[in-house]
């Protein structure tokens, strides 16, 4: 509306049904004059993205000691620590519901997914070099830049109990490092992770999905096996050759094999394996 070539701004509007004509009709308005500059405001929401990852065992500074390449499953032994490095962000310039706080979430095996905290099977853990990873340790850029976003180097955090502060997220993004442990799967479990946005708390899909493959604890170092029988026979470790077995005498056979592939001949029921 205009009234002496001005504009007039409606805050207020009554509209009342005319039967007659079949449509509403205005009954009272309320507003003011104004021919100062306008401005359009644009709401736009996030548009959430989680992008690369990068497996890395728990020693020395963040990202130092890779398991694999960038986005790359790796195996890591039941009940040892790790170290998952993602990045995350949002690419369209967000202005609103774009404050809060990133989540990590597992599963095994296609499960459903759960939360990952202190005590679940795939655990947050305190690094075993906490004096170079702790949190709140400024990291530097490690994996590839998420396009459409810009990367905040103040905004990083190295993360070992969820503790990633809440932050407002408009065209950036950041990367974490968290510590974890396999400390309720199994040998052969395949673990993935996703994230829960911040403030939606949306289900967000990595592009390329962190992947690990858990394994079990191999035997490293010298196992030896000694006879409680004055007979004489035949042992072997598959895979590793054989050996004599005697009263009195260990045979020694050194190697690294899973504890599941050392066998016993079946005619010696008192023979013990000793693991040095």
Sequence with gaps: MHWDGK????????????????????????????????????????????????????????????????????????????????????????????????????NVNGGAFTTVGAATAVRYATSGDSGSFSDGTALTQDLSAIVGSAYQTTWDEADTNNSVPSRTWGDTYTEYEYCLQLSGVSAGDTVTFRMLSPSTSTAVTFTNVPTVNAVALALSGTASMSAETAATATGYKHGLGSASVSVATDVVVTGTKPVSDILLPPVYTALHILVR
């Design 7 to 106: 504009r007039f701004v409606i805050t207020r509007g009554v509209a009342v049904w005319d039967e007659a004509q079949q449509r509403y009709v205005t009954e009272s308005v309320e507003g003011y004059e104004y021919d100062g500059p306008w401005a359009l405001a644009l709401t736009r929401n996030p548009t959430w993205v989680a992008q690369n990852y990068h497996l890395y065992a728990d020693t020395g500074a963040p990202a130092s000691t890779a398991l694999a390449a960038q986005d790359t499953a790796a195996n890591v032994t039941v009940g040892s620590k790790f170290r998952l490095r993602v990045n995350v962000g949002d690419t369209n310039n967000a202005n609103t519901a774009n404050v809060g706080s990133w989540v990590l979430q597992y």
